[in-house]
């Protein structure tokens, strides 16, 4: 054992002599390197996401009644779906519009109010639980024709079932556009949800064909989240069902320039999915924005309401990966630190039984860059350097000058 000692003692005196050998400049290129790995982990773990369970959430859109509104206004498989969704125990459910018929099952406040309390409880099954329900107003919560002006009525009953337990943060741009508890904005862990009403601007000659734009951006930039959606009720680009040609923006040139920035700010803005309803089927597609991002668009149209077409004839430009409109359900996300994974539940109704559709979609966030973290390196070692060479010039030339 003393003969081990000694050798180890030998051993370690022989690592001394080993770096007591190296010269001065030596040991400050080590300690430059060795700062430079801790800088760089530092900014490993600045610049990751936080980390987060696995967390869900569910989208659903197209509760409503059927055409004729003669039942209640309310979907009657609503309550099944809710049932399902329940089971999931998503942290949140989001709802892209068309809860009721509206107008089509009522002409009153009254009327109106009734609905949407058939429509509440009918989705007891998740709010019995707490959990926070988020929906944005459809054509029929304002009134069931693009082609008329909105039905003051029907959006006051709204405001009191809905509006007033939303987020307040919505535009207010003075009397007659004040969107708080229509539009809103909030933050659930990871994920950013900006909610946009698409009837507030009715235009005699054409209908609903705009938002605030300016609005939609500043949320988006606002936040830091790395997953962002936005939620509205009518597609910017039809994915199937073009017999019923509906675009939200409209097709003239104006209307398609108001889609494009509309893409791009969701694309340049880190939104990649967009969850709207009114077609009444269950679609996804995706398409690029005019910078090369590439946005999903979820179409979860297949909430209750009556099916529509659902054959595929997508807009040019727009790749239709999944549709489904023959069964009602829902959509939920699944999200962890780095990616969301959207699966579809299916509910068919002859046999009264759920799957899951076999397709699902998967956003993955980037990868954080090392190049950054690389090319810091000359700078945080070249830096020291650099210094070191014009300290030696001063000396150079403090030394000739000395002799002259």
Same mark, same amino acid.
């Given at each position: ?7 180890? %003692? ?19 290129? %080590? /300690?430059?390197?060795? =700062? ?9 773990? $600045? ?20 055409? =004729? ?8 498989? $609503? ?29 009153? &406040? ?41 039905? !003051?009525? $029907? %959006? ?17 741009? +003075? ?9 809103? /904005?909030?933050? @659930?862990?990871?994920?950013?949800? @900006? ?5 507030? &601007? ?42 019923? +040609? ?18 791009? =700010?969701?694309?340049?803005?880190? #939104?990649?999915?967009?969850? =709207? ?6 679609? @996804? ?7 090369? *991002? ?29 549709? *489904? ?8 996300? !699944? ?21 899951? #559709? ?47």
């Amino acid at each position: 054992m003393l003969d081990a000692a000694l050798r180890g %003692k030998s051993k370690g005196d022989g690592m001394l002599r080993l770096f007591s050998n190296q010269t001065g400049e030596d040991m400050r290129v %080590k /300690s430059r390197f060795v =700062a430079f790995m801790s800088f760089a982990a530092s900014l490993a773990v $600045l610049f990751s996401p936080p980390a987060y369970g696995d967390w869900s959430f569910a989208m659903i859109g197209d509760t409503r009644g059927n055409d =004729a509104g003669s039942d209640s206004g309310v979907s009657p498989y $609503l309550n099944t779906i809710a049932q399902r969704m329940a089971t999931m125990n998503p942290t949140m459910v989001l709802v892209s519009g068309d809860l009721c018929s509206g107008d089509l099952a009522g002409s009153t &406040y009254a009327d109106f109010t009734n609905e949407f309390n058939t429509w509440k409880t009918a989705m007891t099954p998740i709010s019995s639980l707490g959990i926070p329900v988020y929906p944005v107003r459809g054509n029929h919560e304002n009134e069931f024709m693009d082609a008329l002006p909105p039905n !003051t009525d $029907l %959006k006051q009953a709204y405001y009191d079932t809905f509006g007033v337990n939303l987020p307040t943060n919505g535009p207010n741009n +003075g009397p007659g556009d004040d969107q708080r508890g229509f539009s809103y /904005s909030f933050t @659930v862990n990871n994920v950013t949800v @900006v909610a946009v009403d698409q009837y507030f &601007y009715f235009n005699p000659s054409s209908g609903y064909h705009s938002i605030d734009q300016n609005w939609v951006t500043e949320q988006l930039q606002l936040s830091s989240s790395p997953f962002k959606v936005v939620m509205a009720h009518e597609p910017v680009f039809m994915a199937t069902g073009q017999d019923l +040609g509906e675009h939200f923006f409209g097709t003239d040139a104006a209307g398609l320039q108001a889609r494009s920035d509309f893409w791009n =700010a969701l694309g340049t803005n880190g #939104a990649p999915l967009y969850v =709207a309803g009114h077609v009444h089927n269950l679609s @996804v597609s995706s398409a690029q924005d005019d910078f090369g *991002n590439t946005g999903y668009q979820l179409t979860s149209g297949n909430g209750g309401a009556p099916f529509d077409n659902a054959s595929i004839n997508a807009d040019p430009g727009v790749n239709v990966h999944y549709a *489904n409109g023959t069964n009602f359900g829902f959509a939920l996300a !699944t999200v962890t630190t780095n990616t969301m994974t959207i699966n579809y539940h299916l509910y068919n109704t002859a046999s009264e039984t759920w799957s899951v #559709a076999s397709y699902q979609t998967v956003i993955v966030l980037p990868e954080p860059s090392t190049f950054a973290l690389i090319a810091l390196g000359p700078v945080i070692l070249g830096a020291p350097i650099l210094g070191r060479r014009v300290r030696r010039r001063r000396e150079v030339r403090v030394s000739l000058g000395a002799q002259l």
